[in-house]
């Protein structure tokens, strides 16, 4: 069974030669005190049976694919970018196609959920983006607050061409009942046939222990109303509270109604085809 991440973040020491940015009130600090760097990720793949992932720039980084894209072009394959712009640039606007003729680009990613990043869905300044990544066939990955998603709602039925994928089922903060709160608003976007779910990151939102059974009815949920199709598995592996080797087995070991055909395509065959990354 190929085995596909759909999130894990790789990045590069914060030297004089490569800054960071400062750190902004409301942004991230980094996942891990040494980065997770390609050949760090490489033998965590082997050690937990990860045959592929698809890379992105983490925020506290800033606005950059330097490093992700160069580990693509390393190993196609193994390795696929959702890259990051910024966009409030005006340039940004013009650079879609340049990015798109990168080897090993297939998607955008943005996180909605803090303040600074979140005006720009809910007043619409986003809004250039969607006909533009319709046109190119670009899909695109969104960490969107669960009272936010009638408004994807909304541009997956302007655009019905244009690919999204929810992150982390739209969990943003929070563990057990109150990550979950909002979590029965997720559900009604499986009506629109452009709109799938990473199923990633989830063990960062319970204080339950593997194999995490807490979280196993929503799945069924997830499951129930999407489909093994529109569901991708992740990891977001920088911050797991469990190994790398357990966000695997939770789905492929411990959910019984999890089998066959829908397994593979959960754990990998389906984003693979959502984002246009071979398989021969």
């Known amino acids: 069974m190929l085995i596909v991440d759909s ?15 400062p750190v902004q009130p409301g942004q991230p600090e980094a996942h891990k005190p040494e980065p997770i760097t390609r050949d760090i990720l490489l033998h965590e793949m082997a050690v937990a049976g990860v045959d592929r992932a698809v ?35 005006p340039a940004s606007r013009e650079m879609i ?20 990043q979140r005006r720009l869905l809910t007043t619409g300044q986003i809004d250039w983006l969607w006909p533009q990544a319709e046109q190119e066939d670009l899909s695109i990955m969104l960490l969107v607050r669960h009272s936010d998603l009638h408004i994807v709602d909304r541009i997956a039925g302007r655009h019905p061409g244009l690919k999204l994928v929810i992150d982390h089922l ?7 009942e109150e990550a ?3 979590f029965g608003k997720l559900l009604p976007l499986a009506k629109r046939a ?4 990473k199923a990633s990151c989830l063990p960062l939102f319970t204080t339950d222990a593997y194999p995490y059974r807490w979280l196993h009815p929503y799945l069924r949920q997830v499951y129930d109303t999407f489909g093994p199709k529109r ?4 990891s977001d592996l920088s911050r797991l509270p469990c190994s790398y080797r357990q966000s695997v087995t939770m789905f492929t070991e411990e959910m019984a109604w999890l089998h ?14 959502w984002i246009g990354w071979e398989t021969s």
């Open 7 to 21: 999130q894990v973040h790789i990045w590069a020491a914060n030297t004089p030669e490569r800054p960071w940015p």
């Open 170 to 176: 739209g969990l943003t903060e929070g563990k057990n």
């Open 97 to 116: 196609p340049t990015l798109l003729r990168q080897p090993g680009l297939l998607g955008l990613r943005f996180t909605f959920h803090r303040p600074m």
């Open 194 to 197: 452009n709109v799938g779910v």
């Open 180 to 182: 979950f709160r909002e």
């Open 260 to 273: 066959g055909d829908d397994l593979e395509w959960i754990m990998g065959r389906g984003l693979c085809q």
């Open 55 to 89: 890379l992105v720039s983490p925020v506290f980084e800033g606005v950059r694919n330097d490093v992700v894209i160069a580990a693509a072009q390393a190993y196609p394959d193994r390795f696929a970018v959702m890259a990051r712009i910024d966009p409030e640039a």
């Open 231 to 234: 569901i991708f598995w992740g």
